[in-house]
């Protein structure tokens, strides 16, 4: 049932992180493909057995969370939003609930720049092949009538949600791969392997407990056109970094505007879990410098790394909030 590899490989079009734990003593490295991409557990244990029928329990937890958040699984919970009558509750699983909870956070927090209900946005920003085209002005403006948070009411009492308008087209792929590392995690917990290394095609990445003896888990951030280039080295424990990018194309639209985003060429975020962490990354493509600076001044425990064209050379980049010395080596 669980694809394994010792060195799976980095998933070419995530961004840009990598971990070399090599060095680190008693390590077992799991991979599983799910939500079209590879996820890996890297995990410190003593006993190899114990730590794959813990990755084994995972790599399940992930199966069923996809599942339960795909917007391609006719009966799901996503597909059921996306048909659902405007002033008709739904009751929702628990998952599906809780990663609309903090993709409304996340919005709110952002100004937002983050919403999972861009999705007619994106189709009609490009055609059936899913190459760019440009829609009529009728098409734009039924697509921004129909996007917008503020569109989903959520009761956490009932776990129901109940759309202002319809249709809306929801889609969480901006949080799911991130959530489905998160409970992932909960789940090693609950075997009570608390030194692990999670991610999901190298661009979620969640560090639990460091390893024995080490200071956290050796990652590093590249530049997406040149992966040789590092551009931080991190030591990381309970935190998660998430990167975005426009390594396919001008695919992540500013739901603000309604208009593929411009002047963004990566960015990534570390924040406390992966679910937040992959929605800020992708956020902060959206968000002005000056806007993700801001975001990190009230959120002291996230930062970010962004890479925007220069007006004199081909690229700046700029770290926002609180990285430790010695962490950033562009």
């Excluded at 899913?130 to 098409?139: A, C, G, L, V």
Aim: glycine share 8%; hydrophobic share 40%.
């Amino acid at each position: 049932m669980t694809d394994k590899a010792n060195n799976p490989s980095p998933d070419p079009s995530g961004p840009f992180v990598h971990s070399d734990c090599n060095a680190v003593a008693d390590v077992h490295r799991f991979a599983h493909h799910a939500m079209a991409t590879t996820f890996e557990i890297i995990v410190q244990h003593e006993n190899k057995v114990y730590a794959r029928q813990a990755a084994d329990a995972a790599f399940d937890e992930l199966d069923r969370i996809e599942h339960e958040l795909s917007r391609y699984v006719e009966n799901g919970d996503v597909a059921r939003i996306n048909h659902l009558p405007a002033g008709q509750p739904l009751l929702l699983g628990l998952d599906t609930f809780e990663c609309l909870r903090i993709s409304a956070m996340v919005h709110t927090e952002t100004g937002g720049a983050f919403d999972v209900t861009v999705g007619l946005l994106v189709d009609c920003w490009r055609d059936k092949d899913k190459k760019p085209r440009t829609p009529s002005p009728e098409e734009l403006a039924f697509a921004r009538e129909h996007t917008g948070m503020s569109l989903l009411c959520l009761d956490e009492s009932r776990y129901t949600v109940e759309l202002v308008a319809s249709p809306i087209r929801v889609d969480l792929g901006g949080v799911g791969k991130g959530y489905g590392v998160d409970r992932m995690a909960a789940m090693l917990r609950d075997w009570s392997i608390e030194r692990a290394l999670i991610h999901g095609g190298f661009s979620s990445v969640l560090a639990m407990d460091a390893p024995q003896g080490a200071a956290g888990w050796p990652v590093t951030l590249s530049d997406p056109r040149d992966r040789s280039r590092t551009l931080a080295r991190l030591n990381l424990k309970g935190v998660a970094v998430s990167g975005s990018g426009l390594e396919k194309g001008n695919h992540i639209i500013d739901p603000r505007i309604g208009r593929p985003i411009e002047g963004k060429i990566a960015a990534w975020s570390a924040a406390p879990d992966a679910a937040t962490g992959d929605a800020l990354s992708t956020a902060f493509m959206v968000m002005s410098v000056t806007e993700v600076r801001q975001y990190c001044a009230r959120h002291p425990r996230v930062a970010g790394l962004l890479i925007v064209p220069g007006a004199e050379t081909p690229e700046c980049i700029i770290a926002v909030g609180s990285w430790r010395e010695g962490e950033l080596v562009y």
